[in-house]
């Protein structure tokens, strides 16, 4: 039975790929920072089927351990401080965390298990302030937040350790991808939220940032097909992982609140407050070169994404709120 270890299997996309590779007879160790009130629902659905251990990327030695018992063919290192605007409250954690947490993990495999397949997590905020539109693989990068400046380096170091080391190590450049698992601060998760509630009846306003920037996004469970499609790949190779079409923030709130039978201009207001300091106006990937390479194809378009949100969240009100650990 083949190995996988998966750093940030307690986030969206760790469950995700964690549920897939489970169901593709994977024996799946999952790394998490120890808490006196460990944040496991979203793969409470897997208890009894992953294994976890305690490690953090800000300690090396626990890395090394993590490698050395669980013995993996393929490392998925996806964990790090994933919000922008906390990048720009927290810019030396995102740092600590998503640059240089990412050179304690490649650090790791390189000394104590260079043979598995190394998955880095880069994100589409790298391109920032961006030379084209399309970003392909061949876009400089222009970032416009600490988060972003932290991925970059995350990115071009595990180019580096493939290219001075040998190592099988690829970056999957995923732009935004969504599901019902994000976290509730991020705008997509808040929207989906706040059409549930004003669906029950909450008449206060949702507040967000900037409504007219333009994002390329997908659902995660597709975009992990993808992450797992790369290690498998004969030679290590870095694709764009988007569906190629950008559509506004309003949009989504629209498609949101009509999905519950509301206009969303009635309950949505654009605050000042949460503009970012330095906004990216549009973000759209290629993925002409991940659909030929890999042969990935989306299922879930735009407005199926928000629907599946959306109804999500109405589902939740209904339910009560869910457990946070087992």
């Given amino acids: 039975m083949p190995t996988a270890l998966i750093t940030g299997i307690t986030g969206q996309d760790g469950s995700f790929l964690a549920e897939q590779l489970v169901g593709d007879g994977w024996r799946v160790v999952g790394l998490h920072r120890r808490s006196a009130s460990p944040n496991l629902w979203r793969i409470a659905h897997l208890r009894g089927r992953i294994e976890l251990m305690e490690a953090d990327l800000l300690d090396q030695g626990s890395l090394c351990e993590a490698l050395r018992l669980s013995r993996p063919d393929h490392v998925y290192h996806l964990a790090a401080q994933s919000f922008v605007p906390t990048s720009w409250r927290q810019p030396l ?183 970012r300091p330095a906004e990216i106006p549009e973000l759209r990937g290629d993925p002409a070169r991940a659909r030929a390479g890999l042969g990935w194809q989306p299922t879930l378009d735009f407005a199926g994404l928000v629907e599946r949100m959306v109804r999500a969240e109405v589902d939740r009100l209904a339910q009560g709120p869910c457990p946070t650990s087992w």
């Fill in 93 to 275: 954690l995102t740092g600590e965390v998503t640059a240089l947490g990412t050179a304690r993990m490649l650090e790791a495999l390189r000394l104590v298990w260079p043979e598995a397949r190394f998955y880095q997590a880069s994100s589409s905020e790298m391109f920032g302030l961006a030379a084209q539109t399309p970003q392909t693989e061949a876009t400089p990068f222009h970032p416009r937040s600490p988060y972003g400046v932290a991925k970059v380096y995350a990115h071009h170091l595990t180019i580096n350790y493939r290219e001075s080391y040998r190592l099988f190590a690829v970056s999957g450049v995923l732009f935004n991808h969504e599901s019902e698992r994000r976290g509730e601060e991020f705008v997509t998760r808040k929207i989906a939220i706040g059409a549930a509630r004003a669906a029950a009846g909450d008449r206060a306003p949702l507040r967000l940032g900037a409504l007219d920037v333009r994002r390329d996004w997908g659902f995660a469970g597709d975009y992990t097909r993808a992450i797992h499609a790369m290690l498998c790949q004969k030679e290590p190779t870095d694709y764009i992982i988007s569906s190629g079409v950008s559509h506004r923030v309003r949009d989504f709130a629209a498609l949101a609140y009509a999905a519950v039978g509301l206009d969303w201009r009635d309950h949505v207001v654009e605050d000042p407050a949460l503009l």
